[in-house]
């Protein structure tokens, strides 16, 4: 399977997020289902103190869960097949999304998941990816690239806010999905990176909430960040002029500066990608300049680090993925993130941590290259920042 991007067509009717929409799942997901599943669930640890049962197996509010419950119903539901307990008692709709959350929030293996709510592990396989299924068709429209001036004028303002980076509209940053693959594998060497792990890499666009607006993914993970990048349909768009092409800013009379997104040492230095200056001795601007570039990009860091950290399916190493189906898992869980914001759930959002730390073990690799235009834009950046230039 190539790559999936984050700038696919929408398929068949979208839900947007809506109190009549969740409400109305709500009351269909009454406490009754989940009371019996709780009753079934063996093997969980308490609840901390504070959180009712729910928090604790699944990490986001009841009200979350009915929403994502009212955008896959009609897919999973209208798909044959019969899923019971070992008991012989049907699972219902919401148990059924229940399973496939808990196998994607745990991480956990398909027979701990299975056992947990006693069922055979491949029916958490079945219902995992009838879940995944539903979410790539219904799911789509929590993760696109703003699309009317308005918006992308509150993004603007809002990384202005951050450490005053102007017409800043991104930032963009990699992170790895490790695999355990057999040695045997005739493949395993083609998903060998450069620290000797297996991986496959995610890239993200971020925007200041850390709401991922543009992603790519499987790609394996000894690819370098620029070359992804360069493949992207996104930098394909900006290329054209077809994005990044919105108002521009003065920073004083007669010079402005396009929109743009910031990535750091492992991408170009592009007309539209701003990364930060590189060397030991640097100037005092430069220096300054670097310091908020940094700051700002701690948005993208904190994202990956709350995706993995929220759906662990991605955060360990996973034992023998399916390589074609894992790049949609990583996009089922970067939607699931962003609906998490989109819904402003506080549950899910206080748990989330404030570790930036989403690819221990991966140094930086530097790209190194750089366009003429691009210096001319991270230099007015700078001056401007330095209050060496007057707006």
Known sequence: MGPVRGSKK?????????????????????????????????????????????????????????????????D????????????????????????????????????TVGDSFGLHRSTVSQLTWRFVEA??????????WPSTDAEMMEIKSKFEKIQGLPNCCGVIETTHV????????????????????????????????????DIVTGWPGKIDDWLMFQSSNFNKLCVKGERLNGEKFEVCKGSEIREYIIGDLGYPLLPY??????GKELPETSVEFNKRHSATRLVASRALARLKEMWKIIQGVMWRPDKHKLPRIILVCCLLHNIIVDLEDDDALDEMPLSYDHDPGYRQRICGSFDVDGVHLRDKLSLYLTGKMSP
């Open 135 to 144: 979410m790539e068709e219904r799911g789509l429209h929590h993760l696109q």
């Open 76 to 111: 999973m539901t209208a798909k044959p097949g019969s899923f019971t307990f070992s008991n012989g008692k049907p699972l219902s709709f919401e148990d059924q999304v229940a399973v496939a959350l808990r196998r994607l929030s745990s991480g956990e293996s398909l027979v």
């Open 178 to 213: 490790t695999m355990c693959l057999p040695s045997a594998d005739p493949a395993s060497k083609v998903w060998l990176d450069h620290e000797k792990n297996h991986s496959m890499v995610l890239q993200a666009i971020v925007d200041p909430e850390m709401r991922f607006r």
């Open 273 to 278: 990608l701003v990364i930060p200056y590189k």
């Open 10 to 74: 929408k398929r068949k009717t979208e839900k947007k997020p809506d109190e009549n929409a969740s409400a109305s799942s709500e009351m269909e997901g009454s406490v009754d289902w989940w009371d019996g599943l709780s009753r079934r669930m063996n093997g969980l640890q308490s609840p901390s103190k504070g959180l009712d049962k729910f928090k604790s197996v699944f990490r986001i509010s009841r009200k979350t869960f009915s929403y994502i419950c009212s955008l896959v119903k009609e």
